[in-house]
């Protein structure tokens, strides 16, 4: 990674999620309870009394899911909220869209839920422990999900278990998963056949791996810090991630070989004090080592430069 190219003070709270929209501008959630778009027509586009937008998702529209449990619609071209929904008695821990508007949604009662593009509720199941993170294969045709016991859970659209509001389906547990410390914090498709993974690494043990969809076997691991957050490159062959030590890493997407790193260093505001909200119960396993420590990652659409959101509210813009 070459340069800093910009750094931007831009929330009082560490920023857990940023997405770009269609149009290429960069939005961004937080801890301070808001959530703000960026680039030639910034706008604050949602705040949270009492609580924080802390994933995004980016299908049609802009999906937040809140530390409340409130899962909003936010218009892409506009920024106006279109509907909210209280889509989980606790707080939400992952959102992921489809294509089509089809919107997974995870939260702390282990409940995994999906709703239309209308915002009906169509189905409802259970993990056994905390969903963490989710993603759609490149295919739509499998949602793929990371819990705080380390386990994957792939749940297959063309053959929908059955499942009510009040009868949530149980989703089996797996036979086979990869070996790794708890919890996962992001999940991400390398392709068709594989998912990407980090954790904590904790006692010097990998962070970061590449595993074949339902197989125990791990094609590729990485060992470093902490990471919190992924991202596919537009083209798909790198991954980069980011964590407690403010060291953002670039991996061959396939074999997890280092492409290149940049370390943010001390040089970052301190995070300012924002409200006081009440934060999902996996969020004490983000235990940050300063300013600088990274909490959400993603790509230009373009493919050429980083952004980064940091634990003291920072936005930096990383260009390789």
Not at 11 to 21: C, E, Q, R, S, W
Not at 34 to 44: C, E, H, N, V
Not at 187 to 210: I, M, R, T, W
């Amino acid at each position: 990674m070459s340069s800093t190219i910009s750094t931007y003070a831009t929330h009082d709270g560490a920023i857990d999620a940023l997405v770009f929209g269609p149009d290429g501008a960069l939005v961004s959630a937080a801890r301070d309870g808001a959530i703000r778009r960026w680039g030639s027509d910034p706008a604050l586009l949602c705040t949270a009394e009492g609580a924080s937008y802390h994933v995004l998702s980016a299908g049609p529209m802009l999906v937040a899911g809140s530390t409340s449990g409130e899962l909003v619609w936010i218009d892409w071209r506009s920024g106006a909220v279109v509907r909210r929904e209280q889509a989980m008695d606790e707080g939400i821990t992952c959102v992921c869209a489809r294509g089509d508007g089809l919107v997974a949604v995870g939260g702390d009662s282990c409940s995994v839920r999906l709703y239309d593009a209308s915002g009906r509720l169509v189905w409802a199941g259970e993990t056994y422990k905390w969903p963490y993170a989710m993603c759609w294969s490149p295919d739509g045709e499998r949602l793929i999900i990371a819990t705080w016991d380390a386990y994957l859970y792939e749940v297959e659209m063309n053959d929908l278990p059955p499942g009510t509001v009040d009868e949530p389906y149980e989703i089996p547990y797996p036979d086979e998963t990869p070996s790794a410390a708890m919890p996962f914090f992001d999940v991400l498709c390398v392709d068709h056949e594989k998912v990407a993974l980090c954790n904590a690494g904790e006692d010097g043990e990998p962070s970061v791996f590449v595993a074949r969809c339902g197989e125990s076997d791990l094609v590729a691991s990485f060992t470093c810090g902490a990471i919190h957050a992924l991202a596919r490159s537009p083209d798909g062959t790198l991954i980069a991630g980011g964590g407690n030590d403010g060291i953002v890493f670039v991996w061959d997407a396939q074999t997890l070989v280092e492409r290149a790193r940049f370390d943010l260093g001390e040089g970052l505001p301190a995070v300012a004090k924002g409200q006081d909200v009440v934060y999902p119960a996996y969020a004490d396993y983000h235990e940050a080592s300063g300013p600088g420590s990274i909490f959400s990652i993603a790509w230009h659409p373009a493919g050429g430069s980083l952004f980064v959101g940091t634990q003291g509210g920072s936005i930096v813009e990383l260009r390789r």
